[in-house]
């Protein structure tokens, strides 16, 4: 396959775009409660039937140019969305890991906080079976690769863990227990000293972005803003770029 890159870099955009369509099934039904395999795809406003020639990823919402066929509303922006970011994510992980184990353990592991990220921002609630699952996934690929040190890993979860745990005691619910299980996890999985460029970025987008958004307008002060996205963004930029900035950040301190 290596001899077609393109060819390869096509295939797992495809893949990503398909995948980010299910994921985006597997939040809207968290909150409908619904089954994640039945009933078929509804049209959000219409509940008409949907046939596979609409639900082909990207494809479909373009050929459509975003409406439904039979009530012509236009489709969530988030449909396109999800399935460009997943693919972004399987073109990410292939670029910096080839197709071994560390793409399967990343891309698993992203897809799920993008899973964990649409339902925080629905339902401002962050599963406890999502955080396990991240957590157990993460824990088989140590006994696996049987790296990086578990210390490491477990340095990362205190930290992290411990930092939100203390940020939720001073700020009296700013952050929730999903918020501070999330965060142990995502310490686990980024290690030490990874883990405070993932706590520091979080803190730093979800600044920026509470701010705009207030700016704007399109919150009240009091409004919670999900945090999951946020950490999922920063977990991300840290798994490729966590020890550039981590290097960046010392240099300044010495
Ligand atoms: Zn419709």
Redesign the pocket.
């Known amino acids: 396959m290596s001899q077609f890159p393109v060819l390869t870099y096509l295939l797992l955009f495809m893949a990503g775009t398909a995948a980010g369509s299910f994921l985006n099934v597997v939040v809207c039904r968290y909150r409908t409660g619904q089954s994640i395999i039945r009933p078929a795809s509804r049209?959000p406003?219409?509940s008409?039937k949907l046939a596979p020639r609409d639900l082909i990823p990207l494809f479909s919402i373009i050929v459509l140019k975003g409406r439904?066929r039979?009530?012509n509303?236009g489709l969530p922006l988030r449909y396109p969305l999800f399935e460009l970011i997943s693919a972004g994510v399987f073109l990410y992980c292939y670029h910096f890991f080839g197709l071994g184990p560390l793409f399967v353990r990343y891309v698993v592991f992203l897809s799920l906080l993008l899973v964990v990220s649409g339902i925080d921002i629905d339902n401002h609630i962050i599963p406890n079976r999502y955080v396990a699952a991240l957590f157990l996934w993460t824990l088989g690929w140590y006994f696996i690769l049987l790296y990086p040190p578990l210390e490491s890993a477990l340095l990362g979860l205190m930290t992290g863990g411990g930092l939100f745990y203390v940020i939720a005691v001073l700020s009296k619910g700013g952050i929730g227990g999903g918020d501070i299980k999330l965060m142990a996890v995502l310490g686990f999985e980024a290690g030490w000293p990874y883990v405070l460029v993932v706590f520091m970025l979080a803190f730093l987008l979800g600044a920026a972005v509470g701010v705009a958004l207030l700016v704007c307008k399109k919150k009240q002060r009091k409004e919670p803003l999900a945090f999951a996205p946020f950490m999922s963004v920063s977990f991300f930029i840290s798994i490729f770029w966590g020890m550039d900035i981590w290097e960046w950040y010392i240099s300044f301190l010495f």
């Open positions: 049209c406003y219409c008409e439904c039979f009530c509303k």
